[in-house]
């Protein structure tokens, strides 16, 4: 579904900060990224999702060669790959309902045709309760869960998460950890990008290691 053959990236004319990267993210399949501090793990998520370019190697998406990709197409390739990053980004004026109906609404959907979606997904990360509030009072763990809500909505076939777990404390872990095991359970490929050990030695799953920009072992 994406695969990576050598790939290396690099900001500008800076250093190379991610090199010969292979690996596939097959169809269905979770996996964990991690390594150190500054590998180079969210550079590697902003590949996946497009927002960046490799310098070099070969990349593909959903069987399309990502260096030959129209403009035009970028955007429905985009709507394939849910994101939730490691900030949220979700906008403090809107609520949380609006907040993950907004991927449908900058799609031009009418609202009326996505409200049972938007109350169904608030319902399943938990949120039904806080549909109406808005992002700065909801604690961290409803932030993140908002954030996961909205990068499902559009109905992604892989869903990348950076450091999901890395604001909430460790019953909220768990409970992130088992969404997104039903997530695959339901068919999408999970890649979740995390320093915890402890929420890796929870699921029986490969962990793409990256050490200073190079794809170590996967275990
Ligand atoms: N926009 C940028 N321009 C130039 N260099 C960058 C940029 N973003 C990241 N880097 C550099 O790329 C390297 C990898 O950074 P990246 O944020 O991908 O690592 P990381 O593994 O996600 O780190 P962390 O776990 O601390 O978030 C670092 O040396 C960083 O300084």
């Known amino acids: 579904m994406i695969a990576l053959e050598n790939v290396g990236l690099r900001y500008g004319n800076g250093p190379e900060i991610l090199r010969d990267l292979s690996f596939s993210i097959p169809p269905r399949?979770?996996?964990?990224?991690?390594?150190?501090?500054?590998?180079?793990?969210?550079?590697?998520?902003?590949?996946?999702?497009?927002?960046?370019?490799?310098?070099?190697?070969?990349?593909?998406?959903?069987?399309?060669?990502?260096?030959?990709?129209?403009?035009?197409?970028?955007?429905?390739?985009r709507r394939r790959i849910g994101v939730v990053f490691q900030d949220f980004r979700l906008l403090d004026h809107l609520s949380t309902y609006d907040n993950v109906a907004l991927p449908l609404r900058i799609q031009g959907r009418d609202p009326a045709s996505f409200r049972t979606d938007v109350d169904e997904l608030l319902k399943w990360v938990g949120l039904a309760h806080r549909k109406h509030a808005f992002p700065p009072v909801l604690s961290g763990?409803?932030?993140?869960?908002?954030?996961?809500?909205?990068?499902?909505?559009?109905?992604?076939?892989?869903?990348?998460?950076?450091?999901?777990?890395?604001?909430?404390?460790?019953?909220?872990?768990?409970?992130?950890?088992?969404?997104?095991?039903?997530?695959?359970?339901?068919?999408?490929?999970?890649?979740?990008?995390?320093?915890?050990?402890?929420?890796?030695?929870?699921?029986?799953?490969?962990?793409?290691?990256?050490?200073?920009?190079?794809?170590?072992?996967?275990?």
């Open 141 to 219: 763990g409803e932030k993140q869960r908002a954030a996961i809500a909205r990068a499902l909505i559009t109905q992604p076939d892989v869903l990348l998460a950076d450091e999901p777990t890395g604001n909430v404390d460790p019953p909220m872990a768990k409970r992130l950890l088992r969404l997104f095991l039903e997530l695959n359970r339901l068919g999408t490929s999970v890649v979740i990008a995390t320093h915890d050990i402890g929420l890796m030695d929870q699921v029986d799953a490969p962990r793409l290691i990256l050490f200073d920009g190079h794809l170590e072992a996967s275990a």
């Open 29 to 77: 399949s979770f996996q964990f990224l991690t390594g150190p501090s500054g590998a180079g793990k969210t550079s590697l998520m902003r590949l996946l999702s497009l927002s960046l370019r490799p310098s070099r190697g070969f990349m593909s998406l959903f069987g399309s060669d990502v260096s030959l990709l129209d403009r035009r197409d970028i955007p429905a390739m």
